[in-house]
T-cell receptor, first 110, second 113 residues
Framework: GQQVMQIPQYQHVQEGEDFTTYCNSS?????IQWYKQRPGGHPVFLIQ?????EVKKQKRLTFQFGEAKKNSSLHITATQTTDVGTYFC??????????FGKGTHLIIQP | DSGVTQTPKHLITATGQRVTLRCSPR?????VYWYQQSLDQGLQFLIQ???????AKGNILERFSAQQFPDLHSELNLSSLELGDSALYFC????????????FGAGTRLSVL
């Protein structure tokens, strides 16, 4: 499998501050997916990155795929309380299915 | 609404018992995945089925088993339940043309007392 490492595990920010989570792999990835899980909810697909160096934006969220396709990041500008949750990256595929990172818990202090 | 349906939403049972969790994937999706999530933990991959066949197996206990039926719905069977099996169990599905994108159901919360 291509289990990815996510850092940090927890991130406390003040509302309005920026937030970044990183996803790293030791092998080249075909693609990477990002999901958000709100407290008490289920993971929801956010975006898929496929191309080397790809950057995609969704409002205040910016997703980037590394040039070597071994890492990815999710950056949130000016966090809001609605951004609270756990953000997972997933490298997809793999015979053992172990492709999800452990997630980054975003905690926002008003 | 992801289109993935999981039943029941909640399940309370006793140690030693057996339960069955059910998942109906999105229309047209051939792959079904099962995950276990304990409190504040990540998603622990259990097993994947593709069009009725087992495709990938993760850290699934021998007490647990799953299957995917011809109509593509899937069931996860948990037997000889222990207190530590209390968790959220998610099902996800993916389909042709979607690559590795998974759509998750709302989950089944299992409480073993």
């Amino acid at each position: 499998g291509q289990q990815v490492m996510q850092i940090p595990q927890y991130q406390h920010v003040q509302e309005g501050e920026d937030f970044t989570t990183y996803c790293n792999s030791s092998t080249t990835l075909s693609n990477i997916q990002w999901y958000k899980q709100r407290p008490g909810g289920h993971p929801v697909f956010l975006i898929q990155l496929v191309k080397s160096g790809e950057v995609k934006k969704q409002k205040r969220l910016t997703f980037q795929f590394g040039e070597a396709k071994k890492n990815s990041s999710l950056h949130i500008t000016a966090t809001q309380t609605t951004d609270v949750g756990t953000y997972f990256c997933d490298s997809g595929g793999g015979a053992d299915g172990l492709t999800f990172g452990k997630g980054t818990h975003l905690i926002i202090q008003p | 609404d992801s289109g993935v349906t999981q039943t029941p939403k909640h399940l309370i049972t006793a140690t030693g018992q057996r339960v069955t969790l059910r998942c109906s994937p999105r229309s047209g999706d051939l792959s079904v995945y099962w995950y276990q999530q304990s409190l504040d933990q990540g998603l622990q991959f259990l097993i994947q089925y593709y069009n009725g066949e087992e495709r990938a197996k993760g850290n699934i206990l021998e007490r647990f088993s799953a299957q995917q039926f011809p109509d593509l719905h899937s069931e996860l069977n948990l037997s000889s339940l222990e207190l530590g099996d209390s968790a959220l169990y998610f099902c996800a599905s993916s389909g042709p043309g979607q690559g590795d994108i998974q759509y998750f159901g709302a989950g089944t919360r299992l409480s073993v007392l």
